[in-house]
């Protein structure tokens, strides 16, 4: 999905139902996530409008929060933990291998489309570390030659 491929209908529909609601701004935001997977550029004007307040404070909003995009998705989105027992069990080196294996940092989708990379603060997991999930599966003790087995996986499911 391009920038420009969004149902700026539904959008409008989801904002009408959650402007007059107090603290509008993040059930927006998160609705229109959920919806379409990221928050279009061209929706923060009609989000400012709808609640009377800048773009700029819409844009900051979306910016403060890791959790919002602002590009579309790649078919998998890998959640990499970067809490502290899966750190002090090579989260790093495991990191380090997933953004040189897929040629991107965190926030952002190969060229092919098929993979994003997101930091997340706890998977639960911490028993069995480092942990990630990939498409809401959570996957324990993931070296970065399990890594490579899960994503190759991934790429025959085509």
Same mark, same amino acid.
């Given at each position: 999905?391009?920038?420009?491929?969004?149902?700026?209908?539904?959008? *409008?529909?989801?904002?009408? &139902?959650?402007?007059?609601? #107090?603290?509008?701004?993040? #059930?927006?935001?998160?609705?229109?996530?959920?919806?379409? +997977?990221?928050?279009?550029? %061209?929706?923060?004007?009609?989000?400012?409008? !709808? =609640?009377?307040? $800048?773009?700029? /404070?819409?844009?900051?909003?979306?910016?403060?929060?890791?959790?919002?995009?602002?590009?579309?998705? +790649?078919?998998? *989105?890998?959640? =990499?933990?970067? !809490? /502290? &027992?899966?750190? $002090?069990?090579?989260?790093?080196? =495991?990191? !380090?291998?997933?953004? !040189?294996?897929?040629?991107?940092?965190?926030? /952002? *989708?190969?060229? %092919?489309?098929?993979?994003?990379?997101? #930091?997340?603060?706890? =998977?639960?997991?911490?028993?069995? $570390?480092?942990?990630? $999930?990939?498409?809401?599966?959570?996957?324990?003790?993931? &070296?970065?030659?399990?890594? %490579?087995?899960?994503?190759?996986?991934?790429?025959?499911?085509?």
């Amino acid at each position: 999905m391009s920038q420009s491929d969004w149902d700026k209908d539904a959008v *409008t529909q989801l904002i009408d &139902s959650l402007k007059d609601k #107090p603290g509008a701004m993040l #059930p927006i935001l998160h609705g229109i996530q959920d919806n379409l +997977g990221y928050i279009p550029k %061209d929706s923060v004007p009609l989000i400012a409008k !709808a =609640l009377n307040v $800048s773009r700029a /404070e819409v844009h900051g909003v979306i910016t403060f929060y890791h959790y919002f995009r602002e590009s579309p998705p +790649g078919k998998h *989105t890998i959640h =990499l933990c970067r !809490a /502290e &027992s899966c750190q $002090s069990m090579n989260g790093p080196r =495991l990191e !380090a291998h997933a953004k !040189a294996k897929l040629g991107i940092e965190y926030h /952002e *989708t190969t060229t %092919d489309g098929n993979f994003s990379l997101e #930091p997340v603060y706890c =998977l639960g997991n911490c028993g069995c $570390s480092p942990a990630m $999930s990939i498409n809401g599966e959570v996957y324990g003790r993931v &070296s970065p030659e399990r890594f %490579d087995e899960i994503l190759d996986e991934l790429r025959g499911q085509a």
